[in-house]
């Protein structure tokens, strides 16, 4: 069997929630001189395992604040678990927020070059891809101006164009399956169905039992940062849905 | 070792986005000025007309040509002291970014101190107009000025590593800094002759990291002496220890980052 594409190993996320925030020094030391810095702890996750196989399609579900977010902040790389192991054999793409790198002063063109450079890609490739991107996003009028410019919806077409066309081998979804105008809906949801086919694994997270039945394998159900199942979509949907 | 090229490959992988980076920083400074590139220039050369009007007659018998020595330590001063000050909001202010993407964060700090290398590069041509103008005299050691740049871009980015990380913990370290970093001007003998300060308060030059580099670069391009190999060797070894800090206080401290953004 080929190595697992994901490996998750006993993953615990543990925060520190300070009464307050104490990130000056004045603070520090007016705290620490009256003996107040308290702080209570906190588990987003708790020993959390599982593995995914290239090419699988995982569905997240669970109530707000059960550590779904979290969860896939570990996977992208951004968060390091306080204990436990993740292993990612691939390159991520993000379509968490769209557009996060966005810098709202330079044109749509710039900006497909410095999101497509966090996203980890050389010029090179960037300079092939860059007609399709723009094709895509269906902004090859406005190109040229400035970011600061242009609507939410445009921002947001923009970023899914970049973070779709980049080719990684995990794409992360947390509910952004409507983005932008009917038309350009019907496109993104086409798109990452064509994704999927092609055989890239993804990850998706939404509160939408339907859209996770209907279009992933394998589902997590977190509630509040343990594993509560971990199986087939159809059954875990089940058993979440008989839960409420 | 594999730890070392696994950090080569990313490195390798994100050195684009570095420089996407580095020229999103200069063209964020010229944005919407008219003299653009050129003001990198004309700063320094308006700050030494001023400094040279009011302290030239004060020190006049002891500095011959007070705009080159002046100019040859404010530039490298106001460098490393635009450098540091801006790394310490590097981090905070790509906070949004770091929220939502992984990236090496210290390409971050990394493209800051490129950028500020860069602006220092362009205003050095102040140092070389002024020379031409005044005739000052050039010996053949003034070859030994890439020596001294590539030392001082490392010593600064070894703090401004250090620096970045600390802010990030303690964000009202940069108001105790920008009073330490008039301290440390002062400390430098950039518009008065270091002669002048009496001898039992001269260990203030030596322990004051920059001032070697200062006084290096003074010696092959405005005395035109052969550099001392007691400072080529002081220089080094700054740039490597700073470094050393810096990469490991950021190595360790950089995965907490994202809980005090």
Known sequence: MENPIITIDNVTMQFRLSHEKVNSIKEYFIRMLKKNLRYSDFYALKNISFQVQKGQRIGIIGPNGAGKSTLLRIISGIMKPTKGSIQVNGSVSPLLELGAGFDDEFSGAENIYLNGAILGKTKHFLDEHFEEIVAYSELAEFIDSPVKNYSSGMKAKLGFSIATQVESDILIIDEVLGVGDQNFKKKSSAKIKELMEKGITTILVSHNIEQIRKLTDKTIWLEEGCMKAFGESCEVCEQYEANE | ?261
Request: proline share 3%; glycine share 4%; aromatic share 18%.
């Open chain 2, 1 to 261: 070792m594999k730890r070392y090229i696994r950090y080569f490959k990313t490195f390798q992988q994100y050195f684009f986005l570095l420089t996407v980076l580095v020229k999103t920083d200069i063209k964020k400074k010229y944005k919407g000025s008219f003299l653009g590139v050129l003001w990198s220039l004309i700063n320094p050369l308006l700050d030494m007309i001023v400094m040279t009007i009011v302290f030239s007659t004060l020190f006049q018998r002891s500095i011959d040509n007070f705009p080159v020595y002046l100019l040859t330590g404010r530039l490298l001063f106001g460098f490393f002291s635009q450098c540091t000050k801006a790394s310490m909001k590097s981090i905070i202010s790509s906070a949004k970014l770091i929220k939502k993407i992984y990236i090496p964060k210290y390409i971050i700090s990394l493209s800051n101190v490129i950028a500020n290398f860069l602006f220092f590069l362009i205003s050095l041509v102040a140092l070389i107009i002024i020379m031409l103008a005044t005739r000052a005299p050039v010996s053949i050691y003034i070859l030994y000025v890439p020596y001294y740049l590539i030392t001082l871009f490392f010593f600064s980015c070894g703090v401004s590593l250090f620096l970045s990380t600390l802010t990030v913990f303690f964000r009202d370290l940069e108001h105790i800094y920008t009073v330490f970093l008039t301290v440390l001007m002062y400390a430098s003998a950039i518009f008065y002759p270091a002669e002048i300060i009496p001898d039992r308060f001269r260990f203030i030059l030596t322990i004051n990291p920059l001032y070697h580099f200062i006084a290096g670069f003074r010696a092959v391009v405005y005395h035109g002496f052969a550099p001392e190999a007691k400072n080529l060797l002081v220089c080094f070894a700054v740039a490597v220890v700073s470094m050393m800090i810096g990469i490991i206080v950021f190595e360790k401290k950089q995965d907490r980052f994202i809980l005090y953004l």
